[in-house]
């Protein structure tokens, strides 16, 4: 089992910068890739970004590139997700997840998922 905690969420203001945290624990030796998810009400839960955890390549929804960044710190079993010029559309639950397998752009790849961190951007 692992077990993810997610962190960092809140009620900020549009244009403002915002990072996330994950943290990883339990056994996570067979973890491919972490990735962050988000789901705004009425919306189906959508890709955000990935990280592999060998080489620490990253892959982002071609919309956020540029804007959101995905990190890892190994040592500590944490992965990041720097979100920076928010906007209203952007406001979401924000999941993390590991994935042991592959194709990491669809949900249906991880096996552990966090509770998720409410995200609002105001405008």
């Known amino acids: 089992q692992v077990q993810l905690v997610e962190s960092g969420g809140g009620l900020v203001q549009a244009g403002v910068s915002l990072r996330l945290s994950c943290a990883a624990s339990?056994?996570?030796?067979?973890?491919?890739?972490m990735g962050w998810f988000r789901q705004a009400p009425g919306k189906d839960r959508e890709f955000v970004a990935k990280i592999n955890m060998n080489d620490g390549y990253t892959a982002y929804a071609p919309s956020l590139k540029g804007r959101f960044t995905i990190s890892r710190d190994t040592a500590k079993g944490i992965v990041y997700l720097q979100m920076n010029t928010l906007k209203p559309e952007d406001t979401a639950v924000y999941y993390c997840?590991?994935?042991?397998?592959?194709?990491?752009?669809?949900?249906?790849?991880?096996?552990?998922w966090g509770q998720g961190t409410q995200v609002t951007v105001s405008s």
């Open positions: 339990g056994r996570t030796s067979n973890t491919v890739a």
């Open positions: 997840a590991a994935s042991s397998g592959g194709f990491h752009y669809s949900p249906l790849s991880y096996n552990y």
